[in-house]
T-cell receptor, first 110, second 111 residues
Framework: EDQVTQSPEALRLQEGESSSLNCSYT??????LFWYRQDPGKGPEFLFT???AGEEKEKERLKATLTKKESFLHITAPKPEDSATYLC???????????FGKGTKLSVKP | NAGVTQTPKFQVLKTGQSMTLQCAQD?????MYWYRQDPGMGLRLIYYSASEGTTDKGEVPNGYNVSRLNKREFSLRLESAAPSQTSVYFC??????????FGPGTRLTVL
């Protein structure tokens, strides 16, 4: 069964304290892995797509990496405005649908 | 570009009532999706439309129907609402097998 697991469920950081969020997946064949950010009361906002092991993408303080079994979202020197829930999703080869993890709720305190 | 729009933003129904959630996108995307999001469950796919004129069931289709009215619009109908359908509903669209773009959501409560 295709599955996505995110950890931790919640993460509290001090401003400037770097850390990583994990997304592990089990799929029959990976076409792509997607990271989204979701603010309270809003729809998910697209951040990155990764297609192959070893690929990395960066945007401001965020960097996403991909291996054959998991993806990491590294947050460098986070700011309070980075507080949100981060969602990971996988797309199985031959399908257009996304399978989402339950998310990691990140809180960054000043 | 407004992107993906959803109406209404909030709705309260009584058990057994019916309603239609509306979704429209102005990005000329081929595929559209309906998800529900519940605490502790993540986003789950209800129905999707890979292209105009086609619809398919997702992970949790029971109690719902959909209509792909044209390329822009994809509606979700609850024929007889139940308390278990209390949730936040998101519509999304994508040009093909790429990242999906989400609407702001409809918060539905069924009493």
């Amino acid at each position: 069964e295709d599955q996505v697991t995110q950890s931790p469920e919640a993460l509290r950081l001090q401003e400037g304290e770097s850390s990583s969020l994990n997304c592990s997946y089990t799929v029959s064949g990976l076409r792509g892995l997607f990271w989204y950010r979701q603010d309270p009361g809003k729809g998910p906002e697209f951040l990155f797509t990764l297609y192959s092991a070893g690929e990395e993408k960066e945007k401001e303080r965020l960097k996403a990496t991909l291996t054959k079994k998991e993806s990491f979202l590294h947050i460098t020197a986070p700011k309070p405005e980075d507080s949100a829930t981060y969602l990971c999703a996988v797309q199985v080869a031959g399908q257009g649908n996304l399978i989402f993890g339950k998310g990691t709720k990140l809180s960054v305190k000043p | 570009n407004a992107g993906v729009t959803q109406t209404p933003k909030f709705q309260v129904l009584k058990t057994g009532q019916s309603m239609t959630l509306q979704c429209a996108q102005d990005m000329n995307h081929n595929s559209m999706y309906w998800y529900r999001q519940d605490p502790g469950m993540g986003l789950r796919l209800i129905y999707y439309s890979a292209s105009e004129g086609t619809t398919d069931k997702g992970e949790v289709p029971n109690g719902y129907n959909v209509s792909r009215l044209n390329k822009r619009e994809f509606s979700l109908r609850l024929e007889s609402a139940a308390p278990s359908q209390t949730s936040v509903y998101f519509c999304a669209s994508t040009p093909s097998y790429n990242e999906q773009f989400f609407g702001p959501g409809t918060r539905l409560t069924v009493l």
